[in-house]
T-cell receptor
Framework: KAGVTQTPRYLIKTRGQQVTLSCSPI?????VSWYQQTPGQGLQFLFE???????NKGNFPGRFSGRQFSNSRSEMNVSTLELGDSALYLC?????????????FGPGTRLTVL | DQQVKQNSPSLSVQEGRISILNCDYT??????FLWYKKYPAEGPTFLIS?????DKNEDGRFTVFLNKSAKHLSLHIVPSQPGDSAVYFC????????????FGAGTTVTVRA
């Protein structure tokens, strides 16, 4: 079974621009979560989508948004980029049945804002 | 609000010895705990987990211990191998946070030959 895929792997943008990141979950996984990783901060939860609906949201400004499509693929958008948005953005998927809470991560998109 | 804390940013251990990684949490409503391992330029990979109804779970060289009264868990790796050099993240989840994962800041483990 193919793992979680994320595109692109690397991005360089300038302040004020916007960016869209894409995530394809493991087949059969309907929940997709997004995380931001910065040095020393661990993984900060951005949001979770399930069945095309946002079901959970972290403490990030409204510049960060996302959506999920009917095939469970998800996109994350960041508008009006700031230098502090430079980070590794990780997507994770999971099954939502039973007591199974493991999330499976993609390789991430490294975003650099200049 | 950091609900999961890994107070040791780094750990150096000799090959063949035991690595012990610690994690503390503040939310008593967490009922499931996980450890992830992360190499540079890769996403985290799931290592081992434990439910709050247990106090120990073992999988090969990896054992996780949970002390609910102390709100503390630890990961033991025995014996440590060079390939274990990575960043280890502790995570917690539960009904209280709608089963999203709350992560610690990570501990970088270096296994010396």
């Amino acid at each position: 079974k193919a793992g979680v895929t994320q595109t692109p792997r690397y991005l360089i943008k300038t302040r004020g621009q916007q960016v869209t990141l894409s995530c394809s979950p493991i087949s059969g996984h309907r929940s997709v979560s997004w995380y931001q990783q910065t040095p020393g901060q661990g993984l900060q939860f951005l949001f979770e989508y399930f069945s095309e609906t946002q079901r959970n949201k972290g403490n990030f400004p409204g510049r960060f948004s996302g959506r999920q499509f009917s095939n469970s693929r998800s996109e994350m958008n960041v508008s009006t980029l700031e230098l502090g948005d430079s980070a590794l953005y990780l997507c994770a998927s999971r099954v939502t049945s039973g007591r199974n809470y493991e999330q499976f991560f993609g390789p991430g998109t490294r975003l650099t804002v200049l | 609000d950091q609900q999961v804390k890994q107070n040791s940013p780094s750990l150096s251990v000799q090959e063949g010895r035991i690595s012990i990684l610690n994690c503390d949490y503040t939310n008593s409503m967490f009922d499931y705990f996980l450890w992830y391992k992360k190499y540079p330029a890769e996403g985290p990979t799931f290592l081992i987990s434990i439910s709050s109804i247990k106090d120990k779970n073992e999988d090969g060289r990896f054992t996780v211990f949970l002390n609910k009264s102390a709100k503390h868990l630890s990961l033991h790796i025995v014996p440590s191998q060079p390939g274990d050099s990575a960043v280890y993240f502790c995570a917690a989840t539960g009904l209280a946070n709608d089963y999203k994962l709350s992560f610690g800041a990570g501990t970088t483990v270096t296994v010396r030959a």
